[in-house]
């Protein structure tokens, strides 16, 4: 079992950065590949950034390449994604995930956490 806790989110101008923290408790962070993803108002939620369980190789949405890092610190058991020269179509819920492919794909396997709210304002 792997708890997740979301932070960092908040109201950002357009061009503005942000960076989310996810902490995570329970057992054996370290081997998973963890991930963002997001969810906007009346839209599924969708894949933004993966890293593996080593922070060796990174995968990122083509909406957010160039503009996101994902990065995670092991001997903190966190994750985090610095993000940068944020837009108002970035505004959504970002969810911290655990046990993803570098795909970006989720399973019944994979932990969530409760999610923090990003608000890019124009």
């Known amino acids: 079992q792997v708890q997740l806790v979301e932070s960092g989110g908040g109201l950002v101008q357009a061009g503005g950065s942000l960076r989310l923290s996810c902490a995570a408790s329970?057992?054996?962070?370290?081997?998973?590949?963890m991930g963002w993803f997001r969810q906007a108002p009346g839209k599924e939620r969708e894949f933004v950034a993966a890293i593996t369980w080593n922070g060796v190789r990174t995968n990122y949405a083509d909406s957010v390449k160039g503009r996101f890092t994902i990065s995670r610190d092991n001997a903190k058991n966190t994750v985090y994604l610095q993000m940068s020269s944020l837009r108002p179509e970035d505004t959504a819920v970002y969810y911290c995930?655990?046990?993803?492919?570098?795909?970006?794909?989720?399973?019944?396997?994979?932990?969530w956490g409760q999610g923090t709210q990003v608000t890019v304002s124009s």
């Open positions: 995930a655990a046990g993803l492919t570098m795909a970006g794909i989720s399973s019944a396997l994979t932990y």
């Open positions: 329970g057992r054996s962070f370290s081997s998973y590949n």
